[in-house]
């Protein structure tokens, strides 16, 4: 179960690392901020997070972390990409800047941007079919939507069919936020169901 | 929640949110829009001119022109905010209407009131506002700033307007949070904020929304110094394209703000850099040109 001995690495290069943080330590899993290829060393899991795709992207090249990253997730280290973390884990971005890289581990197609700007963020509920109970609440923050998904396994719809969230294997990319909401039981899902049952 | 809801206060400072750890540049062109996102800008203030020049040139200083703004969103991806002043809320609308990110209501430009900010809560996109001290910044998300900055003395290259504000901020919340429940009644008075914003201070230990530091950073040293500080990341106004070397300049920041205390990649960007630009010291202005005195 989520806790016991889990190490969860949060990728803190830019972005909304504090509040991944924050739901690790409301589930009581042990973590720690990834800034340097040491870092990576004993992690159980990590979560990349929102953020800007294309500033996260040339600091990992920056701080020569990209190398190491992409080792590490073909070596099947279970990964949850939230936003911009789910386009730097996703083969390829409709949008992206000039020269931006992803580090893959979703062979997926996801647009940048996809719902518009800010004016178009918004915040939902709606059912993903592997939570329990309630709908999941999340914020939609200039997010991408994942326009072709290969051999990735769906796990989010909204319900006018816009896919935002896929699973391959541990490697798990959300368009959304849950984490910005209170909302912990994506996190737990994923420590329970893809951490905890990942073959390393 | 079963629809889409836009504009709800978590949306409004959830952008801010993602942009934490980040540097926001100013930028008068599409060009140097494009530089600023290829250098490694988490999001671009878009403005007619940047603070130096207001300075230097005087005269009134409004919001830009609509097409200017039209250019620059459409020459990036990354979020794109623009300036309108102080209490004039019908530019706001117009910069809402441009599908803008997030508008500033800036004292770097002239006020268009002396009395009354914007009311920010009807309006869809967020807003970031500036403040030199806790109530301040209480004052201005009790009328719906999702996103907070310093001052500091814009187009100064000038620091330690801004260090004076992170650091009186940053002292201030940790006196509230020291003080016991009987006592925040008088503290939200001294304050001037609404008693359960003050509360909610005392309680969490930060502000409810991200705080940025703004006005005279023009090194990697002074972003650095400002995140160890405890801002949650930095806006460069005229520190970038005033100085000799923009684009090396951008990324060298953009660095220093995430190896924020890692001297020796804040000393290995900061090698030749050229010249900062060039600077004024806050101590020479005239009281009446010192921006940080405008809003209340």
Same mark, same amino acid.
């Given at each position: 179960?989520?806790?016991?001995?889990?190490?969860?690495?949060?990728?803190?290069?830019?972005?909304?690392?504090?509040?991944?943080?924050?739901?690790?330590?409301?589930?009581?899993?042990?973590?720690?901020?990834?800034?340097?290829?040491?870092?990576?060393?004993?992690?159980?899991?990590?979560?990349?997070?929102?953020?800007?795709?294309?500033?996260?992207?040339?600091?990992?090249?920056?701080?020569?972390?990209?190398?190491?990253?992409?080792?590490?997730?073909?070596?099947?280290?279970?990964?949850?990409?939230?936003?911009?973390?789910?386009?730097?884990?996703?083969?390829?971005?409709?949008?992206?800047?000039?020269?931006?890289?992803?580090?893959?581990?979703?062979?997926?197609?996801?647009?940048?941007?996809?719902?518009?700007?800010?004016?178009?963020?918004?915040?939902?509920?709606?059912?993903?079919?592997?939570?329990?109970?309630?709908?999941?609440?999340?914020?939609?923050?200039?997010?991408?939507?994942?326009?072709?998904?290969?051999?990735?396994?769906?796990?989010?719809?909204?319900?006018? +069919?816009?896919?935002?969230?896929?699973?391959?294997?541990?490697?798990?990319?959300?368009?959304?936020?849950?984490?910005?909401?209170?909302?912990?039981?994506?996190?737990?899902?994923?420590?329970?169901?893809?951490?905890?049952?990942?073959?390393? | 929640?079963?629809?889409?809801?836009?504009?709800?206060?978590?949306?409004?400072?959830?952008?801010?949110?993602?942009?934490?750890?980040?540097?926001?540049?100013?930028?008068?062109?599409?060009?140097?829009?494009?530089?600023?996102?290829?250098?490694?800008?988490?999001?671009?203030?878009?403005?007619?001119?940047?603070?130096?020049?207001?300075?230097?040139?005087?005269?009134?200083?409004?919001?830009?022109?609509?097409?200017?703004?039209?250019?620059?969103?459409?020459?990036?991806?990354?979020?794109?905010?623009?300036?309108?002043?102080?209490?004039?809320?019908?530019?706001?609308?117009?910069?809402?209407?441009?599908?803008?990110?997030?508008?500033?209501?800036?004292?770097?430009?002239?006020?268009?009131?002396?009395?009354?900010?914007?009311?920010?809560?009807?309006?869809?996109?967020?807003?970031?506002?500036?403040?030199?001290?806790?109530?301040?910044?209480?004052?201005?998300?009790?009328?719906?700033?999702?996103?907070?900055?310093?001052?500091?003395?814009?187009?100064?290259?000038?620091?330690?307007?801004?260090?004076?504000?992170?650091?009186?901020?940053?002292?201030?919340?940790?006196?509230?949070?020291?003080?016991?429940?009987?006592?925040?009644?008088?503290?939200?008075?001294?304050?001037?904020?609404?008693?359960?914003?003050?509360?909610?201070?005392?309680?969490?230990?930060?502000?409810?929304?991200?705080?940025?530091?703004?006005?005279?950073?023009?090194?990697?040293?002074?972003?650095?110094?400002?995140?160890?500080?405890?801002?949650?990341?930095?806006?460069?106004?005229?520190?970038?394209?005033?100085?000799?070397?923009?684009?090396?300049?951008?990324?060298?920041?953009?660095?220093?703000?995430?190896?924020?205390?890692?001297?020796?990649?804040?000393?290995?960007?900061?090698?030749?850099? +050229?010249?900062?630009?060039?600077?004024?010291?806050?101590?020479?202005?005239?009281?009446?040109?010192?921006?940080?005195?405008? +809003?209340?």
């Amino acid at each position: 179960m989520a806790g016991s001995r889990q190490t969860i690495g949060v990728l803190a290069l830019q972005g909304d690392v504090r509040e991944h943080e924050l739901v690790l330590e409301k589930l009581g899993v042990a973590h720690r901020q990834v800034r340097t290829p040491a870092d990576l060393a004993g992690i159980d899991g990590l979560i990349i997070p929102g953020g800007e795709s294309s500033v996260i992207d040339k600091l990992s090249r920056i701080f020569e972390l990209r190398e190491p990253l992409i080792a590490a997730i073909a070596e099947g280290l279970p990964v949850l990409g939230t936003c911009a973390g789910l386009i730097l884990l996703a083969t390829r971005v409709i949008g992206a800047i000039d020269g931006q890289q992803t580090f893959g581990g979703l062979d997926i197609e996801v647009e940048r941007n996809a719902f518009g700007g800010q004016l178009e963020s918004f915040e939902m509920s709606f059912d993903m079919p592997i939570i329990d109970g309630e709908p999941v609440r999340a914020a939609f923050i200039r997010a991408p939507i994942i326009r072709d998904v290969r051999g990735c396994a769906i796990i989010a719809t909204l319900p006018n +069919g816009e896919i935002v969230g896929v699973r391959s294997g541990a490697c798990v990319g959300i368009a959304f936020h849950p984490e910005l909401v209170g909302e912990t039981r994506v996190h737990a899902w994923w420590l329970n169901s893809v951490v905890a049952g990942a073959q390393r | 929640m079963a629809e889409k809801t836009v504009g709800t206060p978590l949306v409004k400072s959830g952008l801010a949110e993602m942009l934490k750890g980040g540097v926001i540049m100013d930028v008068v062109t599409a060009d140097q829009a494009k530089i600023a996102e290829d250098a490694g800008a988490v999001a671009v203030m878009a403005l007619e001119r940047v603070p130096a020049d207001i300075r230097s040139q005087g005269g009134v200083a409004r919001m830009s022109d609509p097409d200017l703004i039209d250019q620059i969103i459409a020459a990036v991806s990354i979020p794109v905010m623009a300036k309108a002043r102080i209490g004039h809320f019908v530019e706001a609308q117009v910069l809402q209407s441009l599908g803008v990110d997030y508008i500033d209501e800036s004292e770097v430009l002239s006020p268009a009131d002396y009395v009354n900010h914007i009311d920010k809560w009807p309006f869809t996109v967020p807003f970031v506002c500036g403040a030199t001290n806790l109530g301040e910044a209480l004052r201005r998300i009790t009328e719906g700033a999702s996103m907070i900055r310093s001052k500091g003395e814009a187009g100064t290259g000038d620091v330690s307007e801004a260090t004076k504000h992170i650091r009186t901020i940053r002292g201030e919340i940790a006196a509230l949070s020291a003080k016991s429940e009987d006592e925040l009644y008088v503290a939200a008075k001294e304050l001037q904020a609404p008693l359960e914003l003050v509360r909610l201070v005392a309680r969490e230990k930060k502000l409810p929304v991200v705080l940025f530091v703004a006005g005279g950073v023009a090194t990697p040293a002074d972003a650095a110094m400002m995140m160890q500080l405890g801002a949650d990341g930095v806006f460069v106004g005229s520190g970038i394209f005033k100085s000799g070397n923009p684009v090396e300049r951008a990324k060298a920041i953009v660095k220093a703000t995430t190896a924020f205390t890692d001297a020796k990649v804040i000393a290995d960007v900061s090698r030749g850099l +050229g010249e900062a630009m060039v600077g004024i010291n806050v101590s020479d202005l005239p009281a009446p040109h010192r921006l940080a005195e405008r +809003g209340w």
